[in-house]
């Protein structure tokens, strides 16, 4: 767009100047001689081209293109024009099996029994829930997948290799991310650096190489910032951008902690309780960039949340889970109408639903 509106401007300019020229230098003699039309001719022909140059150098500066989410903010950003998730990710649609595959885990804290002999897989462009009253076992399953916690029995393959055992930042190279429970992000730095900070596994220069600011280490720099500032747009941040996280409200905080497990380039993304505390709005909003992130990506998604309308809406399976066993696993619809999972949790929502109807 900016470029046709820059073609035609730059081409209505260069036939005015050349009409000046034209009627100045060679006005009398063109009408005598009968070639005016077709000197008008030539010079539009020849000034075309100028015209079209100048349109692709200039085009993009002299027409900023407003940014998804900036207008409502009274602001006309010169950023890059918004992106869609899968400009600036790459999209994972190789794997036809299940990029992860938990295989009857148990993990006991001093007697107590977190998590007892669960199993699911999950795949490609899949989002797999994981339900359950305080207590059950969902962030320790997290924690199991990412390393944190080391289960006494049972097995976790991701990708083709065994997690059990393996290091935390092992197993984030190799593609799982997270959010947490309780936001754990930098509070004192920037939203851009918060969200830098998650490409810190995609840095593979040196030291010599990044002080010299050498080819590999600017072209990896150029691309890292490429991929921070797309998902800035793509979560509508553009505004928070240089904000300390500190100073910013509940559920943006969420909304960095997603960008920030993003820029890792995930192939298996784990959020823990993405909308606990927010509003209705701040929860459709997430529950958009979460299907977003699925239909763009086509990376395996595991959402724990107590937020049912939101699991009911967006999973493809759902797990639930009392006391770390596995209650029930199916389709949203049978889960939800599950007696075992409506008497051990949703029974308690469904009460609080009729009383809401009642009030
Ligand atoms: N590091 C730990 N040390 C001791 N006990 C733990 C530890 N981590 C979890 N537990 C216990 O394991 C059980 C499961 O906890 P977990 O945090 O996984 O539950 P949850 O399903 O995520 O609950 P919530 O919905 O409240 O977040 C709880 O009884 C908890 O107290
Ligand atoms: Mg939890």
Known sequence: MALVSGIVWLGIAAAV??????????GAIGERKGYHPR???VLGLLTGPVGLIAAILIGPAAHPVPVRGARAHGELLRLPRAKLLHEVLPRHDDVSGPIVEIDDIHLSFAGVKAIDGVTFSVRNSEIFAVIGPNGAGKTSIFNCISGVYHPQQ????????????????RIADLGVARTFQNIELFPQMTVLDNLMLGRHQHVRYGTFSAMLRAGRASREEARNRAVVEGIIEFLEIQKFRKSYVAMLPYGIQKRIELGRALAMEPRLLLLDEPVAGMNLEETEDMARFITDIKRELQIGIVLVEHDMRMVMDLADHVLALDFGKPIALGLPAEIQSNPDVVRAYLGEEHAIADEGATA
């Open 17 to 26: 100047a050349a009409w000046a020229i034209l009627a100045r230098t060679t």
């Open 154 to 169: 049972g097995a976790i393959r991701f990708m083709g290799h065994d997690l059990i055992g393996m290091r935390p930042d």
């Open 39 to 41: 000197a008008f001719l």
